[in-house]
């Protein structure tokens, strides 16, 4: 990418969408192009085809997605896996038809099998069952992959296909059901009011959690590095329990009540560490490590107040 490049990146407000917009400005790009959900609905065919025709956009970071943790893939896997598979499909056709340069594309470890062979490569995919706590998003991620590649082999369209490790960071989703682990806990913690705190499963799974601001630097480094719609593994390499997380949690927010867990509640893959070998041997590594990222996740909660069950 040139610096006067015309980029667009889907999902802008969300997790990872901000840190790539943060990044891009940071290293002196400024033709950047964000749309609200009101302004362009990424669901609709019609607006998005109509954004591609007037705008002429040389990349797309695709950063748009229905997210969420266990208790929110449970609930709403109808809509997960509907509004996943809409997005993308409209994003990745139209971003072809009208002559996007590159084409780069989020997913989560999740669409590995759950019991893939640990560190996960990107060979394990589609070789073996998935977990189903999030099946319904882990299969329309798939398809995003599958899609990305269809079109480069038929059309020579160019993308490539980023898979990261358990994301937080600043300007994360702190609902305590519907947001992931980490942004989860803290808001649960902060809400105690020093009483007990229950969490589901056991604890023992292990997880690997990368910074959202470290995955932006790797969606830059991949962008001018990829071009054939290869599914690239990026991972942190800090493995953890989430007894283990829940304690340093604790530590960061200043927790010193109970900590229980409901083992009537799943506990969703046991570990799923990824390969991330194909980047580092390009020589990108991560920049955070996981007790400096959730320390400054941590301040960002505070300052925003982006959940409070309280109220």
Not at 132 to 147: E, F, H, L, R, V
Not at 173 to 180: A, E, Q, V
Request: glycine share 8%.
């Amino acid at each position: 990418m040139n610096k006067d490049s015309k980029i667009f990146v889907a999902g802008h407000r969300g997790l990872v969408g901000s840190a790539i917009v943060r990044t891009l400005q940071e290293r002196g790009y400024e033709n950047i192009v964000t749309r609200t959900r009101s302004e362009v609905d990424l669901l609709s065919q019609k607006e998005v085809e109509e954004f591609f025709v007037s705008e002429n956009i040389d990349y797309v970071f695709d950063a748009a997605a229905r997210v969420g943790g266990i208790y929110a893939n449970d609930h709403y896997s109808g809509e997960f896996i509907y509004e996943n598979i809409q997005i993308q499909t409209n994003l990745i056709h139209y971003a072809w038809k009208y002559g996007v340069k590159k084409f780069l594309f989020l997913g989560s470890v999740c669409i590995y099998p759950k019991f893939a062979e640990v560190p996960v490569k990107e060979e394990s995919l589609l070789t073996g069952y998935l977990d189903p706590t999030n099946d319904a998003y882990a299969i329309a991620k798939i398809s995003g992959i599958k899609m990305l590649q269809a079109y480069n082999k038929q059309y020579g369209f160019k993308g490539v296909s980023l898979m990261p490790s358990n994301l937080y960071g600043i300007g994360d989703n702190f609902h305590p059901d519907n947001g992931t682990v980490i942004p989860a806990m803290m808001t649960k913690y902060s809400n105690s009011n020093g009483k007990s705190v229950t969490f589901w499963g056991d604890g023992t799974p292990m997880r690997e959690f990368l910074y959202a601001d470290d995955l932006a630097d790797a969606c830059l480094f991949a962008m001018d590095r990829f071009e054939d719609a290869e599914l690239i593994n990026v991972g942190s390499g800090e493995n953890v329990s989430i007894e283990t997380l829940a304690s340093t949690i604790a530590g960061v927010v200043g927790y010193h009540g109970d900590i229980e867990w409901d083992t009537t509640r799943p506990n969703g893959t046991p570990k799923r560490p990824l390969d991330y070998s194909k980047m580092t041997e390009l020589g990108w590594n991560p920049k955070h490590s996981l007790h400096d990222g959730l320390k400054k996740t941590y301040q960002c909660f505070i300052e925003n107040t982006y959940y409070d069950s309280s109220k």
